[in-house]
């Protein structure tokens, strides 16, 4: 099966250009405002928040990993989810990414990676051994979909800048409670409170945009799951059966991985009703409606009732 077939989504190349775009002219106007406060050098507010970016993004698959407590497998170790994951791989006209293994009871698998040829593709061990194997086959399409799509590297770089405008944030909130009280000496107020509000508004901007990306790659990488295995029944089996056992896993073990929701095939917070504007994954009913609607254009018609 060619790439062209079911990989670049139109849709989600548009959101991921918009996302970054609108993020560029964020940051200009972040960066001119935070360095008329602080007195600081562009050239040196360029350097360090590059600086940064470089490191971000060329070990991001290396902190994703660390975070979920994932370890890198080698064939002999795990020679059947090898054997899967290089035969969706040679489907999906991709390289072979590596294959890690999470020791978590819950089941969910990710993709990280800078691009192709740097990717990782985790699954929990709870996932091993909870779902069946063409599920399992429909999940790693799901996340090698992602890998197709580089949206993995553009939900990283998005995170990035939302993460450092919290921290400015942060520091303009514990520098109003030391702070003499240092007023900007156009506007007359507190130098704190502009630094607090204005990275307060930009992360709240880059955070909408990342959950813009989010839900709907999580749409693009589902439809491409299904291309790939010509079975979408199967992924949507899987989805169901994880968002189902995750409300059986003890809160101790989800907290664990929580932190890698936005990544994850299925959120750890599932079973946790509210607003699907603030959801980093679309609802799963919506989800499932849209794999029955492929299944049906695939001549391969469901009867599910959501």
């Known amino acids: 099966m060619k790439r062209s077939a079911y ?33 600081v050098g562009i050239f040196a507010v360029v350097l360090i928040i590059g600086v940064l970016a470089f490191v971000q993004y060329f070990t991001s698959d290396k902190i994703a990993l660390l975070a979920s407590g994932a370890k890198i497998v080698q064939p ?17 006209d991709l390289p072979k990414p590596r294959v890690a293994v999470i020791p978590s009871p819950v089941p969910n698998a990710f993709a990280t990676g800078r691009n192709q040829k740097h990717s990782v593709v985790a699954v929990t061990q709870g996932l091993w051994d909870r779902l069946e194997p063409q599920e399992i086959e429909g999940v ?49 107020a507190p130098v704190w409170l502009i630094m607090f509000a204005v990275s307060l508004l930009t992360y709240v901007i880059s955070y909408v945009l990342i959950l813009m990306i989010s839900r709907y790659r999580e749409y693009a990488a589902d439809r491409g799951s299904a291309l790939i295995t010509g079975a979408p029944e199967h992924l949507m089996s899987a989805l169901q059966k994880i968002a189902s056992r995750i409300t059986q896993i003890p809160q101790q073990d989800l907290r664990e991985v929580a932190g890698m929701n936005a990544f994850f ?36 018609p469901i009867d599910t009732t959501f």
């Open 7 to 39: 990989g670049r989504d139109l849709g989600l190349s548009t959101r991921m250009l918009l996302t970054m775009f609108t993020l560029g002219l964020l940051y200009v106007v972040f960066f001119v405002v935070m360095v008329s406060l602080l007195n």
């Open 76 to 92: 002999d170790q795990a020679p059947e989810l090898h054997a899967m994951i290089e035969r969706l791989a040679a489907m999906a």
């Open 140 to 188: 790693l399409a799901h996340e090698l979909t992602h890998v197709v799509n580089r949206d993995v590297a553009v939900m990283t770089i998005a995170s990035f800048f939302s993460m450092v405008a919290a921290m400015l944030a942060r520091f303009g909130l514990w520098g109003g409670m030391f702070s003499g009280g240092d007023r900007d000496r156009n506007s007359g």
């Open 265 to 300: 095939i299925v959120p750890t917070s599932v079973k946790k009703a509210g607003a699907e504007l603030f959801m980093t994954h679309p609802p799963l009913e919506k989800r499932l409606a849209r794999l029955a609607e492929i299944s049906r254009e695939m001549g391969r």
